[in-house]
C-alpha cells in the first residue's frame, strides 16, 4: 500500500491491514511469528510541501536470538507509532544538507508517496530492546567453554588464567 501526494492532498488515507510472516523483510536474525497487524491513517500535512504524517498501532510476535545464550527470544510488539515523512533533500552544491534540531526525529521518502510496509519495517526494526533475553534470569554462555549455563553447569574457573589488567596490580 503506497500514501501517494496526489490522494492524499484530497482526504487521509485510513488503513487496516494484516501482514503474513516473511511478507515485510525483517533485519536477519529478526523473525516474525505471528501476522502482523496494523491500523491508523495518513496524512498530508498542510504548508509544509509534502510531509506525510502516518500514525497507528501496530502488533506483532518476533522471534530472536537471545543476547546472553543464542537460544530463541520471543518479542511481543503491541503499541502505537507516530511517523513524519518528507520528500528527500536535494543536496547543494557542497553535499551538506542543515537540518534544524527539530528535524532530527523525520525520515524522508523518495519519489511519489510513502509504502506503508516500509513504515511498518521502520517502526517494528526501531523498537526493539536494547537487550532481547530468552528468559529474564539468563545465565548466558560459559566466557571460556561456551557451555549453555541455563542448561548444564561447567567445571571452569569463573576468573580468567592472566587479566590483561594484572600488570596494573604491581603500581
Given at each position: 500500500m503506497i500514501f501517494t501526494l496526489t490522494e492524499l492532498e484530497h482526504h487521509p488515507i485510513q488503513f487496516e491491514v494484516?501482514?503474513?510472516?516473511?511478507?515485510?523483510?525483517?533485519s536477519g536474525?529478526?523473525?516474525?511469528?505471528?501476522?502482523?497487524?496494523?491500523?491508523?491513517?495518513?496524512?498530508?500535512?498542510?504548508?509544509?510541501?509534502?510531509?506525510?504524517?502516518v500514525r497507528?498501532?501496530?502488533k506483532v510476535?518476533?522471534?530472536?536470538?537471545?543476547?546472553?545464550?543464542?537460544?530463541?527470544?520471543?518479542?511481543?510488539?503491541d503499541s502505537d507509532f507516530d511517523f513524519f515523512y518528507r520528500p528527500v533533500i536535494k543536496k547543494g552544491a557542497h553535499g551538506e544538507v542543515h537540518l534544524?534540531?527539530?528535524?532530527?526525529?523525520?525520515?524522508f521518502?523518495?519519489?511519489?508517496?510513502?509504502?506503508l510496509e516500509d513504515v511498518l519495517r521502520?517502526?517494528?526494526?526501531?523498537?526493539?530492546?536494547?537487550?532481547?533475553?530468552?528468559q529474564e534470569n539468563c545465565k548466558g554462555l560459559c566466557p571460556q567453554c561456551g557451555a549453555d549455563l541455563n542448561k548444564?553447569?561447567?567445571?571452569?574457573?569463573?576468573?580468567?588464567?592472566?587479566s590483561p589488567w594484572a600488570a596494573l596490580k604491581d603500581l
Amino acid at each position: 500500500m503506497i500514501f501517494t501526494l496526489t490522494e492524499l492532498e484530497h482526504h487521509p488515507i485510513q488503513f487496516e491491514v494484516s501482514y503474513p510472516p516473511g511478507e515485510i523483510q525483517l533485519s536477519g536474525d529478526l523473525t516474525q511469528t505471528s501476522d502482523l497487524e496494523a491500523s491508523g491513517s495518513a496524512t498530508l500535512l498542510h504548508n509544509t510541501l509534502g510531509e506525510i504524517r502516518v500514525r497507528g498501532h501496530v502488533k506483532v510476535g518476533l522471534n530472536t536470538a537471545c543476547d546472553r545464550c543464542l537460544e530463541p527470544a520471543a518479542l511481543n510488539l503491541d503499541s502505537d507509532f507516530d511517523f513524519f515523512y518528507r520528500p528527500v533533500i536535494k543536496k547543494g552544491a557542497h553535499g551538506e544538507v542543515h537540518l534544524e534540531e527539530g528535524e532530527i526525529d523525520i525520515s524522508f521518502y523518495e519519489g511519489d508517496g510513502v509504502r506503508l510496509e516500509d513504515v511498518l519495517r521502520e517502526y517494528v526494526l526501531l523498537s526493539q530492546p536494547m537487550r532481547s533475553l530468552c528468559q529474564e534470569n539468563c545465565k548466558g554462555l560459559c566466557p571460556q567453554c561456551g557451555a549453555d549455563l541455563n542448561k548444564t553447569a561447567c567445571g571452569c574457573r569463573s576468573e580468567p588464567k592472566e587479566s590483561p589488567w594484572a600488570a596494573l596490580k604491581d603500581l
